[in-house]
Structures are given as C-alpha cells and as structure tokens.
C-alpha cells in the first residue's frame, strides 16, 4: 500500500477526529476491507489522473478505519504497560485488569496508582479532583506513625474479640466467623496489627492478607471481575493526607469538590 499517496489523499485526522469515528464505527459496526482490495482501489484510485475526481465513501471510510487502527493499536499497547505498572506495584495474587472499550483515551498519568497511605505537602487539581503527584514531598506536621499504640495478646481474637484491638480502640470486632464484614455502613474497622501476639491468619486481618479478587479497571472505574460473597473484602483504598495549607489553597480557588 502506497502510505504517502495516502496521506495525500486524506490526511492522517487528529485525535479527536479519531475518536469521533470510533464512536461511528462502535454504532454502525464498519466492517474493514481485506488489504488486498483495499490496495486494488488505492492503485485504481492513482491510476486515474483527473485532478477534479472524488474519493469514494467507501475509500474515505477504510483509510480512517486504517489510521484509527494504527491508534487503537498504540492505546492498547499503552494501556497494556499501565496494567502491568499497577500489578507489579500491588503484587496481588489477583492481577488487576486495564481496559478501554469506549474511546481512545490512553492510561490516566495524572494519577498515581498507591497501595499505602501517603503524606503529601504538593498536589494539584485536575477537573475539580486532587490528583497524586508522581512523587510525593513531606508535609510538616502530618505524620502517619509506623508503631501502632496499641496491640492485643490474644491466642483467639475471634473468641476474644470483646477485649480484643477493636473494643480496646472504641470500636466492634469487624468480621463474623467466616471473615465477612458484619459492621454498618461508615462503621470503623480496627484490625490487629505488628504489635499484636495475633499471627497473619488471625480473623481480624481480613484486609491486611490482601485482594483476592480479580477487577478491572474500566474508564477509570472499578469493575469486579470474579463473583463474590456478599459483604466481603474486595480492595481498600488508599488515602493522600495533605497538609492544611494545600487545602486552604484549594479552597479559596474553589476546587474543594474532590
């Protein structure tokens, strides 16, 4: 195929243009032509010297579909890198899938994918929502203390759950035998910790032995993949504590919606 007298007769379109056709091409499910009758039309095309002739429909619409191709092609492949940028930080036994079925819109690198609290004293905003930055600085005075206060010494946290971390922190035991979430909706969950004579199959370290469950993350949101149990753990979020001059800043700048 004659790539130059391509871009000659159609220019290769924008991004945006890109998208557009996606979009068209999702509805009315354009079917591509075999490249050898696309090229046998190309030929054809170029035989044909009048300067006045006009590209047919059809042509217009394969030679977007190539270049959209080509695009779709480099956003997989991008999105296809992220995906693994995200697994090899969370280093989960269920791997965490990318994808984007609705445009062409590459891996959001505003944002910074975490699997532990972070303090951070600069941040920005983007579309009315604190985004991460790709490297965090210290904020003065927020400190999130890597010895926790308290521990337990229990041998059974589940048969001792009323003396156990939560009851000492103000709370309720969090989890029923079978390790399922049995608090209300914005009830806090304290969970035993390095301080406690507790080991890692305790019952009140639920979140701690990690995501089980396979998700996708689908323009930008969290899809579940595998069916699960009703009110059981299925990912945690992670939080940016900002310092409270970044937050004033925000607010007076009227981007305290995120």
Known sequence: MNEEYISQILAPPCLSELGKFFYEMRASKIKQWPSSLLDKTIEK??????????????????IKLKYLNEARK???????????????????QARIAVENKCD????????????????????????????????????????????????????????NSKRCCPSVSGGN??????????????????????????????????????????????????NLISVINRISHAMHHCLLFLAPQVLEKFHRNGEDDG
């Open 173 to 222: 035991f969090a989890y029923n035998k079978f390790g399922r979430l049995k608090l209300g909706v914005g009830m806090p969950i304290f969970e035993c910790n390095k301080t406690c004579k507790c080991n890692s199959q305790c019952s009140n370290r639920v979140v701690q032995r990690g995501r089980k469950v396979q998700y996708s993350v689908t323009s930008w949101q969290f």
């Open 74 to 92: 480099m956003q997989l492949q991008r999105l296809k890198d992220w995906e693994q940028e995200i697994n090899d930080t969370e280093r989960s």
């Open 45 to 62: 095309l170029k035989a044909n010297k009048r300067p006045d002739q006009t590209i047919p429909t059809d042509l217009v619409r394969q």
């Open 104 to 159: 062409l819109e590459g891996p959001p690198r505003h944002m910074k994918y975490i699997t532990t609290y972070k303090v951070s004293w600069f941040t920005h905003c983007f579309r009315g929502h604190f985004v991460l930055p790709r490297s965090f600085q210290p904020a003065p005075g927020l400190i999130i203390p890597s010895d926790p206060p308290i521990g337990c010494d229990c041998d059974d946290c589940f048969a």
